[in-house]
């Protein structure tokens, strides 16, 4: 299984957005930059989220943003962002700093993903991760090596 690293093409900190739709435009705009996703794969999430509810909010502070693959998934891909101030999503009581978003062109191809994000939310890193300064850090602080 493939390790997930975080570049500098799929991470961006201390980002600006005025509400939560701007921050999964801006997370999963790594991803159309990478050529992961289509144009309209934010577009699907959004509207996911007006239909089902923020379901992508797993975790106090950690929302995952992902659709189907149909949806506009080109290939397996992440990034991640940080929000330099918090968004709040219909409903849930924390606010998220922290968005991983992901596609995939299948349903067993996004394990790894989940398997990270699991990982996060186990060892309590949601708030380190949205403090993080460097990628750097953000990669050693995932692999465990912080």
């Known amino acids: 299984m493939k390790e997930i690293k975080f570049t500098k093409e799929n991470v961006r900190l201390n980002v600006q957005a005025a509400d939560w739709k701007e921050a999964i435009h801006q997370g999963v705009a790594l991803l159309e930059h990478n050529g992961l996703v289509t144009e309209m794969y934010a577009s699907h999430i959004i509207r996911n989220i007006h239909e089902y509810g923020p379901y992508i909010v797993i975790s106090p502070g950690i929302a995952i943003p992902h659709a189907r693959p149909e949806d506009g998934a080109i290939d397996i891909g992440v990034s991640l962002i940080t929000l330099k101030q918090p968004v ?59």
């Open 88 to 146: 709040h999503f219909h409903n849930i009581e924390t606010p998220v700093r922290v968005l991983i978003s992901f596609s995939a062109q299948d349903n067993d191809q996004h394990l790894n993903i989940i398997k990270m994000i699991v990982k996060i939310i186990e060892e309590g890193l949601i708030q380190e991760i949205a403090g993080i300064s460097s990628i750097q850090k953000l990669n050693d602080l995932i692999r465990g090596d912080e």
